[in-house]
């Protein structure tokens, strides 16, 4: 399975951006879908999950009722909304993808940079 993301860039305390992590190579519903994210000189960090659709989802505490996951299986991509964006959540920011049963994130994309100034 291979991601692609898509949709980072530079914006000001309070904005929105939209993350959409493109599939390939695999059958896309059979895949849970997580959103990851590091900073300088911290461990990546989860973020955001979702399993077979968006009533079957999980979030970290820091972003809860500002980020949205979701997934359009007829497009075999996931979304990462994120809304009332902080300087905190300043990150490069992965889509990883891992069968649904199992535990573990497999496959990695190369990440999307997300900048937030204050």
């Known amino acids: 399975v291979q991601l692609v993301e898509s949709g980072g860039g530079l914006v000001q305390a309070g904005d929105s951006l939209r993350l959409s992590c493109e599939a390939s190579g695999g059958t896309f519903v059979l895949y849970k879908i997580g959103w990851f994210r590091q900073a300088p000189g911290k461990e990546r960090e989860f973020v955001a999950g979702?399993?077979?659709?968006?009533?079957?989802?999980a979030y970290a505490d820091s972003v809860k009722g500002r980020f949205t996951i979701s997934r359009d299986n007829a497009k075999n991509t996931a979304f990462l909304q994120m809304n009332s964006l902080k300087p905190e959540d300043t990150a490069v920011y992965y889509c990883a993808a891992g069968l649904m049963r199992r535990s573990e994130y497999n496959y990695w994309g190369q990440g999307t940079q997300v900048t937030v100034s204050s």
């Open positions: 979702i399993w077979r659709s968006e009533r079957d989802t």
